[in-house]
């Protein structure tokens, strides 16, 4: 559960620092697609923001989004980390 906070946080962090610098023209689309793909939804909206119930449904959707993703990526890592290591304590050979 650590690991999936600590990735997911990580991924929200991301997605705040690309979101600024997007504003900024900064980032290109295809780096923003990478690290930040569920920002996708929020690129065909082009209009001016306005808070309505869509808008902020759009909005949680990318940065929770990125915050999922983030968090399965790090859960996956996790769970291959510690495989290796318990595998290794055991004397199991864990090259293949």
Request: aromatic share 12%.
């Amino acid at each position: 559960m650590r690991w999936f906070l600590v990735a997911g946080a990580v991924g929200l962090t991301i997605a705040v620092a690309l979101a600024i610098w997007n504003v900024h023209g900064v980032v290109t689309p295809t780096v923003l697609l990478v690290l930040w793909p569920t920002s996708i939804v929020g690129m065909a909206n082009t209009g001016p923001f306005k808070p309505t119930i869509f808008e902020l449904l759009i909005i949680g959707f990318m940065y929770g989004g990125n915050f999922v993703l983030y968090g399965l990526l790090g859960s996956a890592a996790k769970y291959l980390i510690a495989g290796r290591f318990k595998a290794a304590r055991q004397g199991l050979d864990v090259r293949r």
